[in-house]
């Protein structure tokens, strides 16, 4: 019994949309656990909690529970078997950590702990990440609704490209982490969506391999199961967005990648070709393309990217880039 209450006093259950606001308004970090009522909340990751709790204080660190049958803004994480962690500051979505993964769970908390007191302390700006299953209520970027805020386009004079998490990754669990690797290399991203691809777009997609050996392979791979979707730009005056996400990527095989950048997504993640974890625009042009045509309700104010998702993918206009790795198209 005694264990039990010290649970409850841990974990604040939130039931209603009302302590779901009073939840957003806490100071400090929240951790929520999503659950689902026929399978109850991660139980194993309780002691974890407990230790955190000590570690960070009790003033700035506070863990909830939240069943997604009961609060709307949760309604699309209903019916999903795998833990979700979702990391709340100062009302913003902070981090999310999918699986009960107790190393990267404790990793963020510690993280995101810290950088929130840096916000507090310092006047940092707050990381605000968007999470795909809150997008409808969080006012979040959709790939199934057109976006008409200006707080919703990409800013003029930044450059945005598509990186993909592949099926091999994300079946394997690494989507959290390898998010987690683009937030601390300096990214922002502007969408991320969760989809399992056509064999029509990924054809459109790689029709510039068409002719190639490795096509089908690579074409039923990509369609194989969800895959991660997501738009990337970077701050002004930083390194260019497309160049910066090649570079993180790190070579197309994933043996020369733990060769040559051992410390790279693609050496890290990656397997053997073509499951080598992520892919990315090889250039300004690519990105137009690619983007227009997987993402093609989302607006950007700049002229290359606007251009190309108002006259569809074979529209695409703009100067084409130096190009990293020009033996990778993928």
Sequence with gaps: MGSKKKEIALQVNISTQELWEEMLSSKGLTVVDVYQGWCGPCKPMVSLFQKMRIEGGLDLLHFALAEADCLDV???????CEPTFLFYAGGELVAVVRGANAPLLQKTIREQLEAEKKVLAE???????RDEPLSDEDGCLSHDKDIGDDEDVASSGKTCTLAIIKPDAVVHGKTDEIIMKIHEAGFDILANEERTMTEAEMRLFYQHKAGEEAFEKLVHHMCSGPSHLLILTRPEGTEDV??????????????????????????QFGTE????????SQDRE???????LLFPTFKFSDEVLEASLCHGAEGAVGPTEARCFPEDTD
């Design 273 to 280: 070709m073509p499951f080598n974890a992520v892919h990315g």
């Design 286 to 292: 690519d990105a137009s393309r690619e983007l227009a």
């Design 74 to 80: 949760l309604e699309k994480y209903r019916g999903k």
């Design 242 to 267: 497309i160049a910066a996400w090649r570079t993180l990527m790190g070579p197309c095989d994933p043996d020369v990648a733990r060769r040559e950048q051992p410390d790279s997504i693609r050496a």
């Design 123 to 129: 006047g940092c700006e707050r990381k605000v990440i």
